[in-house]
């Protein structure tokens, strides 16, 4: 049971917020105003508060402030995201307002989309790495299917780069601290980077990070001693800026990135009496097998021989391209290409502390895009932009079989391991894991052309009301294959269920869809500082393949298009004469054939839910609270359900009552990972001292109850938790040096509960946790 206290709910953080504008001085509030935040969410420059939709914005100077290195600590400054890992840096996923996938699938592409410098990103891992250069960071809430169109339909997450500096600049930062995992694990962090002119009209940046920690997870295994969860990962990112005149900028941004861990192992717990543990306990008396320890799940002690690793190499680079024409027209090109390479081991996939079978994952994926826009000046009676997007993505997994993705091991084959299965699967005969010299191999690749043309247009009817209409077409080709094959022949647990050779589960696979998305949104100005706006839109994400091993027919891999009608209303507001920001929507989603991804058997497939439904509130803001104190809160109420599941994955132990053999109907269930309530609120105080400033933080991060199983299993929710941070520093010249904790009460959080690798139907299950407690001190200095 995991057990956390309730210190805080929803409801207490709008009366803190109330009670605390209650207390504050109205009067020095009233000297100050917050900074106008600039977006370019509509693809042009507008203020935040003038954005006619749910946006949250995030400086690059904001997220220093706030100890934000990655993209899974900004989740916790914006109430309607969230950003999980599990099994491996390419399983990292997005969730906007609760809706979301996960990420383990790689020909699967997720319901929030990746932007980075405005180029598309189709795959995680391209901002799992430390971030720096950060301009700000955009998150658009709800379907943006007409301007952002491919896979956009939970929101976006729009990361921009900032350009480099006119004058010499330079900085540098070292973190050192400890996580508190199963033993301290020291953790150290590099940040570094130059920005300045070249020439007249050229100039650039350079910036680099490097992080690491040690083993957070210790073997709690009789003999082996292999420690878990470490990270060794480097970044760097340069650009190039040339403004030949003040109409032409060309920007050209490129980044890498290279990860190397074993930060994915998972924790088990063995139900006493299942088949997993009757199986280990048959091992251990064979003598095969090792005695464990520990059975918690979440006690960061693990029970795998090897941990399982992974060796991530990620490249990409985005060509920008402004040109203002003579009537004030602009004419945008965004031109980029990406490519990443992943390669998993994990030597103990049968997690039963036993040398039985192998699984190495190879790969490989290539993307280019183009888009070219043309927007008009702004500021007349009618502001419009149009535009054209292309994008090819190229998938390989298997690396043409020089890689095999199962293979033997020490006693695949002996006598005991093969008498285990007779036993387990209630066989005639006794029969191996993998014959001697047998390996399995899995060959799969998927292919996708995409083409959209879009516009959008607002007509200003006056000077405070105004519509703002959009549509996209777009055209989507995917063209799949799978083929798997068997080192060598022969009757074993890898032949007859994880690779299969049959005809009918190999071969190519094809569809295309033509698509119209559209949105229309009247904006109203009741006061120079109250805009109210409604939006109903229509979204759509393309269907897809499973395309990993097993013995599903070619003909039914296939996945469905998913459909989106959305409806929403806000309100933005300045207050306290500029003291304080408010914006507050309500929403409502209907989704058909809802894209759902869960854990079957070794791996994890997408199926469609008939129907799901999201609605839900949120309120976020920010308030100068006198000249030193600055909070700035969120709070998201999101209840999202499948509406109709007739097909759904059962836990171990319930009776298949679903529309297909061995399913479940999960109608009414709320998807995995979907708290109904989540809130932040931080505060910021910064004070004059004789050497400079010193200032502290604190955020807390409250979350509701959720369940952690695609199963819907009662048994795994992770209770609602609090997460706080902490900081303290100061600054004096271009000096700074500031002490940090992170999850200040050591909350034991899960993101993921699942099956164990080869026990689908056992109530055994498997578990992957976020960090535990960690502190430290950083220092920076800047030029």
Not at 341 to 364: I, M
Not at 373 to 385: H, P, Q
Not at 456 to 466: E, K, L
Not at 501 to 523: F, I, Y
Request: charge should be negative; hydrophobic fraction near 40%.
């Amino acid at each position: 049971m995991r057990t956390t206290a309730r210190i805080f709910s929803a409801r207490k953080l709008l009366a803190l917020v109330t009670a605390t504008l209650a207390a504050a001085p109205l009067g020095a509030v009233a000297q100050a105003q917050l900074e106008e935040i600039v977006v370019t969410a509509q693809k042009r420059e507008q203020s935040l508060q003038d954005v006619p939709m749910a946006v949250s914005a995030v400086s690059g100077q904001a997220m220093q402030k706030a100890g934000i290195s990655d993209i899974k600590d900004l989740a916790r400054q914006v109430p309607s995201l969230q950003v999980q890992s599990n099994t491996s840096p390419l399983a990292m996923s997005y969730r906007v307002r609760r809706v979301g996938n996960l990420g383990n699938i790689p020909t699967f592409e997720p319901a929030v989309g990746v932007f980075q410098d405005g180029a598309f990103r189709n795959r995680p891992v391209f901002s799992a790495g430390d971030m720096f250069d950060v301009d700000r960071i955009e998150v658009l809430r709800g379907p943006q299917s007409t301007l952002y169109g491919k896979n956009t339909t939970a929101g976006v997450v729009a990361v921009y780069s900032r350009k480099p500096s006119e004058e010499l600049t330079g900085n540098a930062e070292f973190t050192a601290g400890n996580l508190e995992g199963a033993s301290d694990a020291g953790m150290y962090r590099f940040v570094g980077g130059v920005s300045g002119p070249l020439a007249d009209t050229l100039s650039a940046s350079l910036g680099l990070s490097f992080s690491t920690n040690d083993h957070v997870s210790e073997s709690a295994l009789s003999v082996s001693d292999e420690d878990a969860n470490d990270l060794e990962r480097g970044s760097v990112r340069g650009q190039l800026q040339w403004q030949p005149s003040d109409t032409l900028s060309v920007r050209l941004i490129g980044g890498a990135l290279q990860e190397d861990d074993d930060q994915f192992t998972s924790d088990l717990y063995i139900e006493p009496g299942s088949g997993a543990a009757q199986a280990g306990a048959f091992l251990r008396g064979a003598g095969l097998a090792e005695a464990c320890a520990s059975n918690d799940a979440t006690d960061l002690e693990h029970c795998s021989r090897k941990a399982v690793t992974s060796d991530v190499d990620a490249r990409e680079a985005t060509l920008l391209v402004d040109y203002a024409l003579a009537n004030d027209w602009t004419v945008t090109s965004i031109s980029s290409w990406d490519w990443f390479e992943f390669k998993g081991t994990n030597d103990d996939v049968a997690q039963l502390a036993s040398p039985l079978l192998r699984f190495h994952d190879t790969q490989e994926g290539e993307s280019w895009q183009q888009e070219l826009r043309l927007a008009s000046a702004g500021g007349e009676t009618v502001d419009w932009l149009t535009g054209v997007f292309w994008y090819q993505n190229e998938f390989e997994r298997g690396d043409d079989g020089d890689r095999p993705i199962f293979l033997e091991d020490t006693y695949s084959a002996h006598p005991s391991s093969a008498r285990l299965l007779q036993l387990l699967l209630r066989l005639p005969i006794p029969v191996p894991f993998a014959t001697p010299g047998q390996n399995g191999l899995l060959d799969a690749s998927q292919d996708t052309d995409y083409v959209g043309l879009f516009g959008q247009a607002t007509w200003n009817i006056t000077d405070r009301f105004s519509v703002t209409g959009g549509a996209r077409w777009q055209t989507e080709e995917k063209d799949a294959e799978v083929l798997q094959s068997l080192t060598v022949p022969g009757l074993s647990l890898l032949s007859a269920n994880l690779i299969s050779t049959a005809p009918a589960n190999n071969g190519e696979m094809d569809r295309d869809t033509d698509e119209v998305t559209w949105s229309l949104t009247p904006q109203f100005t009741l006061s120079d500082d109250v805009n109210l706006f409604a939006t109903v839109s229509h979204g759509f994400k393309s269907g897809g393949f499973n395309v990993g091993w097993g013995r599903t027919p070619i003909d039914q891999r296939e996945f469905k298009d998913e459909d989106i009608m959305h409806y929403e209303a806000g309100v933005k507001s300045t207050l306290l004469e500029g003291a304080m920001q408010l914006a507050v929507s309500a929403f409502y989603t209907e989704y058909d054939d809802y894209q759902d991804a869960a854990f079957v058997g070794q791996t994890f497939n997408v199926t469609n839910a008939e129907k799901a439904e999201l609605k839900g509130a949120e309120a976020e803001g920010k308030l100068l609270l006198g000249e030193k104190v600055t909070a700035d809160f969120g709070i998201s109420y999101a209840d999202f359900t499948y509406e109709e599941y007739t097909s759904g994955l059962c836990y171990a132990g319930r009776t298949p009552d679903g529309s297909l053999p061995g399913t479940c109907d999960l109608s009414g269930e709320h998807p995995v990972n979907a708290p109904e309530w989540t809130t932040h609120l931080g505060l910021l105080y910064e004070t004059d001292v004789s050497w400079g400033e010193v200032y502290a933080r604190a955020d807390w991060s409250w979350s509701d109850e959720y369940n952690t199983s695609s199963q819907v299993d009662a048994r795994l929710v992770q209770d609602a938790y609090n997460w706080v941070n902490l900081r303290l520093g100061t600054r004096w010249d271009a000096y700074e040096v500031v002490a940090w904790v992170d999850n200040a009460a050591d909350e034991e959080v899960v993101n993921l509960d699942a099956s164990m690798n080869l026990f689908a139907n056992d109530k055994s299950y498997q578990s992957f946790r976020q960090a535990p407690r960690s502190y430290g001190l950083t220092v920076r200095a800047a030029f």
